[in-house]
């Protein structure tokens, strides 16, 4: 025990406190571990209070499970009767360090909205079974979604699902409770866009950033956008990645993704935890390699083309509804690599696209071998000399920045 008495706590939950600590910067969270008997403390690595709130809270979630103590008043507590926005803060508190925490946050704001709106701040965990969920599934797909060009377009039911399957984790994740309710399986509500670009298609994008058609955005803005959009293009030809691995790929040797001696591409940067959508290592056609060893650092410019890409499917009139997203890529290269492969290295395709994969052991070494998805990849090199031949300048255009 300290040998002088501690002030008032900065925070408290559930028997942790927050205290600043004589002669240190950083504050201190003080427990009592009933296990070893006796006092133990943990710096929380700030000196800021609402961060500190938050390493205690971390702190005491992984120590107890949130099983323990009410939140509010510290007592030992019933797990039927944890309030269900509580829970969500839990949730996105033992989340922050995930990689998917960007989706998730979003989707459980959807909940925390409903409980606003339809004034339901007392829901607990509890309360929501199939009926409840019912009636948010409604109210949430009933909300459009605005894009930030003030565009409005109707929400999936598949969205929807996703903040459901999401509550039901947070739920499942406070103090031992089941959650009342299931997510329907993404197969019953997703709706998978029937469009599929052929070579003709494909061509005309490039054609669109290799040489645009005027517009209406300054020089500079149109020359960095059209950069990007070229980029994206180019990575998701040539390996077939989903969207956001292909805003990932970079040169910087930090980041373990470019073998350019091997020309294998590592799809998941390092650091960066595998997900369900489990990101590849592929062989990279030799044009591409050419591109990737032209460039230093991130190879698609700022965060995102999503505005780029919407601008050319306008100006190109791809189909729209959903039917030709930044997906669309992957999606058509996959379809034509289909039907120009035999039909026994159909294997080799589901390992580019991530749907399988080997065993963790063989996954280290398989990338190194000579014959690794080399089929799969003779087809991809064939499709872009093809598109090459149809966008002069789609991947032997190197000064594109």
């Known amino acids: 025990m300290p040998a002088t008495k501690r ?62 103590f009410c939140p509010t008043c510290g007592q030992r507590r019933e797990a039927t009767r944890v309030y269900l926005s509580a829970a969500i803060a839990d949730y996105l508190t033992l989340s922050a360090g995930k990689s998917s925490i960007d989706a998730i946050r979003p989707r459980l ?34 909300r459009p979604i605005v894009t930030p060009t003030g565009i409005r377009k109707e929400r999936s039911w598949s969205t929807v699902e996703n903040s459901v399957l999401q509550l039901a984790a947070a739920v499942n994740r406070s103090g031992g409770i089941k959650a009342k309710f299931k997510a329907q399986q993404p197969k019953e509500v ?6 599929r670009s052929d070579l003709a298609e494909l061509a005309a994008m490039f054609s669109y950033c290799v040489s645009p058609p005027p517009g209406k955005q300054p020089a500079e803005r149109a020359k960095r956008d059209r950069a990007s959009l070229l980029a994206f293009l180019r990575i998701s030809i040539a390996t077939m990645a989903r969207p956001d691995a292909a805003h990932d790929v970079s040169t910087d040797p930090a980041r373990g993704q470019w073998n350019s001696d091997r020309r294998i591409l590592n799809l998941n940067p390092a650091q960066r935890r595998q997900t369900r959508k489990y990101r590849a290592t592929v062989p990279v056609p030799k044009q591409m390699a050419a591109v990737l060893d032209s460039t230093v650092g991130n190879l698609i410019i700022g965060t995102s083309v999503k505005s780029a890409w919407e601008t050319m499917a306008k100006a190109l009139n791809l189909p729209s509804d959903g039917e030709s997203g930044m997906k669309l890529i992957r999606r058509s290269v ?15 395709l589901e390992m580019f696209l991530g749907h399988d994969k080997f065993d963790d052991v063989s996954d280290l070494y398989a990338p190194f071998r000579p014959d690794y998805l080399r089929r799969a990849l003779a087809v991809v090199e064939s499709i872009i000399d093809e598109l090459e031949t149809l966008a002069p300048g789609a991947f032997s255009s190197l000064d594109t920045r």
């Open 7 to 68: 002030s008032k706590p900065l925070y408290e939950r559930g028997g942790y406190q927050l205290h600043r600590r004589q002669g240190r910067t950083a504050l201190e969270i003080v427990w009592y571990d009933d296990e070893r008997k006796r006092e133990r403390s943990a710096s929380a690595r700030t000196e800021d209070v609402e961060l500190g709130r938050a390493a205690l809270d971390r702190l005491y979630l992984e120590k107890t499970k949130g099983e323990a």
């Open 109 to 142: 704001t959807h909940v925390l909205a409903y409980l606003v709106e339809k004034d339901l701040a007392a829901t607990t965990c509890d309360d929501v079974d199939e009926d409840w969920i019912e009636r948010f599934r409604k109210w949430l797909h009933a």
């Open 190 to 195: 997703n709706q998978t866009p029937q469009h």
């Open 334 to 348: 996959a379809n034509i690599v289909r039907q120009r492969l035999p039909q026994e290295a159909w294997g080799e």
